[in-house]
Each structure stands twice: as C-alpha cells, then as structure tokens.
C-alpha cells in the first residue's frame, strides 16, 4: 500500500468513527424530540457507537497486516503471528482514546434525551 493510503487509514477511522458517533448523536437526539422514537429505544440505539473505536480499531489493524502481507518476500513464512498481535496490542491505547469521547456522547445523550418535565406553572 502506498503511505498515504496507510496514512489516511490511521487518521481517518477514528476520525470517521467520531464523526458517526456525533451524527448519530444529532439524528437520535431530533428523533426523540420529534416523538419518531421512544427515549429507551434511541439510547439503546445509540449506545452501539460504542462499538465504533473497536471497529476503527479493527479496520487500521486489518490495513497493517494486508500492507506487511503485500509488501513481504515472495518467500517468506506467515506461521509468526506474534508481530501481528504485537501491533494489535500497540494500537489499543487508540481505541481507549477513541472510547473517551464516545462515551462521553453516550452519556450527554442519556441526559438530553430525559423527558421534559410537565409542570403547569413553568413558562
């Protein structure tokens, strides 16, 4: 793979991973405010972004050992698993870094998308 292939997939699946988790925030908050969905559905809806750095994580993972796969010697034995783990284990911190954030929309959805209090004498 060329290196800006490489370079893209390791910035642009977290990135791409955050930015759906803040879609998905967006389109289930106005959901709920509109009365499409229920409260509980939407966050257990939403709470699936948190799957979202472990797939990020997989993808750039995957990239890695496709490119060490394609750029090997013709010659060259696959029955060493253990750099692959090792890089698997490497980029594990990106996940926790991608998790951070992520939960933390998972929670601010929690609390914005609590019912509204109905109280006559609110204005």
Same mark, same amino acid.
Do not use: D, E, G, T
């Given at each position: 793979? @060329? $290196?800006l292939i490489k370079i893209a997939i390791l910035y642009g699946a977290p990135g791409l991973a955050v930015v759906l988790a803040v879609v998905a925030f967006v389109v289930s908050y106005l959901r709920v405010r509109a009365g499409k969905r229920t409260r509980a559905s939407a966050i257990a809806t939403y709470a699936a972004t948190l799957l979202l750095p472990f797939l990020a994580l997989l993808v750039v993972w995957l990239a890695s050992d496709v490119s060490s796969f394609r750029e090997a010697a013709p010659g /060259? =034995?696959? =029955?060493d698993y253990r750099p692959s783990i090792d #890089? #698997?284990?490497?980029l594990l911190p990106l996940a926790g870094y +991608? +998790? $951070? @954030? $992520? /939960? #933390? #929309?998972?929670v601010a959805f929690w609390v914005v998308a609590r019912p509204r209090p109905v109280d006559g004498n609110r204005m």
């Open positions: 793979m @060329p $290196i /060259a =034995s696959w =029955s #890089l #698997l284990k490497a +991608l +998790l $951070i @954030p $992520i /939960a #933390l #929309l998972n």
